[in-house]
T-cell receptor, first 109, second 117 residues
Framework: GQNIDQPTEMTATEGAIVQINCTYQTSGFNGLFWYQQHAGEAPTFLSYNVLDGLEEKGRFSSFLSRSKGYSYLLLKELQMKDSASYLC??????????WGAGTKLIIKP | GAVVSQHPSWVICKSGTSVKIECRSL??????MFWYRQFPKQSLMLMAT?????????EQGVEKDKFLINHASLTLSTLTVTSAHPEDSSFYICSASLKAGGSYEQYFGPGTRLTVT
């Protein structure tokens, strides 16, 4: 079967750095996405990785290792507004998005 | 760019009635639209994928006669929840993609919160 694993919940301090991991086992791979979802709102796109390596976009970076079936989302200089759920999703060989359950990130002052 | 709207943003209806939710891509033509359902504290659950002008493809366990999807144009898809019951109360989210596959991400609408009393 297809499976995406993320930690259920993480806590970090304002101003710090946090890394959210995602491991996947899918039938084929056509890219990995990270989305941010605030409570009661729809997801918003953060990043897309299809090749191995690190993609940096401001305070957010996303890393991919296809051989390990592993990705992480790195958030720097955490702000209170970063408190949200972070969803990892993988496009399989049929280009269907397989979603992880999401990681709830709690930022403390 | 790539804005997706949904209407209504929230709706309360009585058990047994039907509710229609609209999803529009405002500034692009979406070849594919997706409908998701999300229960509190749970991840997104894909209900169906629809391509303009063709029948929707429903995920396993989703009743196509209960959740009617129409994708009549490249900018509009509708989801009708027929004979709604309290267990259908959920957050319904649509998304639109420029292409069926490839690297194009899905652009999400703001969601519709449905409460069935």
């Amino acid at each position: 079967g297809q499976n995406i694993d993320q930690p259920t919940e993480m806590t970090a301090t304002e101003g710090a750095i946090v890394q959210i991991n995602c491991t996947y086992q899918t039938s084929g791979f056509n890219g990995l996405f990270w989305y941010q979802q605030h409570a009661g709102e729809a997801p918003t796109f953060l990043s897309y990785n299809v090749l191995d390596g690190l993609e940096e976009k401001g305070r957010f970076s996303s890393f991919l290792s296809r051989s390990k079936g592993y990705s992480y989302l790195l958030l720097k200089e955490l702000q209170m507004k970063d408190s949200a759920s972070y969803l990892c999703a993988v496009k399989d060989s049929n280009y269907q998005l397989i979603w992880g359950a999401g990681t709830k990130l709690i930022i403390k002052p | 760019g790539a804005v997706v709207s949904q209407h209504p943003s929230w709706v309360i209806c009585k058990s047994g009635t039907s509710v229609k939710i609209e999803c529009r891509s405002l500034d692009f033509q979406a070849t594919t639209m997706f409908w998701y359902r999300q229960f509190p504290k749970q991840s997104l659950m894909l209900m169906a994928t629809s391509n303009e002008g063709s029948k929707a493809t429903y995920e396993q366990g989703v009743e196509k006669d209960k959740f009617l999807i129409n994708h009549a144009s490249l900018t509009l898809s509708t989801l009708t929840v027929t004979s709604a019951h309290p267990e259908d109360s959920s957050f319904y989210i649509c998304s639109a993609s420029l292409k069926a596959g490839g690297s194009y991400e899905q652009y999400f609408g703001p969601g519709t919160r449905l409460t069935v009393t």
